[in-house]
């Protein structure tokens, strides 16, 4: 099966530009997460989607960044304005995961690298 | 509120050793916890998912453990390779459906 597609891979902004980065999750997924990793530390959830509706943003950081999932598949994740410390490696991931299926492994894309300068 | 640990932070083993990746949580309340690996410039690549029902999980040289009652797990790495050189990170799935990382082990297998 194909993987969790993410793009672009690397993105040098200035502080107060924006930013999209894309994520298309495996087929058939339900759940799909984003994730920020600063360097050094383990992946923050910033917001999960069940199908097209958001489970958990409460880590995300409303004034800055949004998050949509059109028709339950691909989802962006925006930042706008972007501040210094934004710089990170932002990592999507999907699973089949429901009430049904609890205990369904995640599966990572390779991330979007953004340096903020 | 879910609290993930990892130690060591880091681990330098020649080529060959037995080692022992160890993961404590500190709400025992878990759907499961799943064992990572990151290779640099890479997302999380999925090793070993252990249900909250369940002792152990193997995959081929890898073996991890889950202990509930203790908040603990490890994983088990026999006869390392140079290729096993990676950052390995444990997530434990809480009860409100949300994957909490530790900060990760970075394993370095020197040849």
């Known amino acids: 099966e194909a993987g969790v597609a993410q793009s672009p891979r690397y993105k040098i902004i200035e502080k107060r530009q924006s930013v999209a980065f894309w994520c298309n999750p495996i087929?058939?997924?339900?759940?799909l997460y984003w994730y920020q990793q600063i360097l050094g530390q383990g992946p923050k959830l910033l917001i999960q989607?069940?199908?097209?509706?958001?489970?958990?943003d409460s880590q995300l950081p409303k004034d800055r960044f949004s998050a949509e999932r059109l028709k339950g598949v691909d989802s962006t994740l925006k930042i706008q304005p972007a501040k210094l410390e934004d710089s990170a490696v932002y990592l999507c991931?999907?699973?089949?995961?429901?009430?049904?299926?609890?205990?369904?492994?995640?599966?990572f894309g390779n991330g979007t690298r953004l340096t903020v300068t | 509120k879910q609290e993930v640990t990892q130690i060591p932070a880091a681990l330098s083993v020649p080529e060959g050793e037995n080692l022992v990746l160890n993961c404590s949580f500190t709400?025992?309340?878990?759907?499961?916890l799943q064992w990572f690996r990151q290779d640099p410039g890479k997302g999380l690549t999925s090793l070993l998912l252990?249900?909250?029902?369940?002792r152990e999980q193997t995959s081929g040289r890898l073996n991890a453990s889950l202990d509930k009652s203790s908040g603990r797990s490890t994983l088990y790495i026999a006869a390392s390779q140079p290729g096993d050189s990676a950052t390995y990170l444990c997530?434990?799935?809480?009860?409100?459906?949300?994957?909490?990382f530790g900060t990760g082990t970075r394993l370095k297998v020197l040849a």
């Open positions: 997530a434990a799935l809480t009860q409100i459906d949300k994957y909490i």
């Open positions: 989607f069940q199908n097209n509706g958001v489970v958990d």
């Open positions: 087929s058939g997924h339900a759940t």
């Open positions: 709400d025992s309340a878990i759907y499961n």
């Open positions: 991931a999907s699973s089949p995961q429901t009430v049904e299926l609890p205990n369904s492994p995640l599966h």
């Open positions: 252990i249900q909250s029902s369940q």
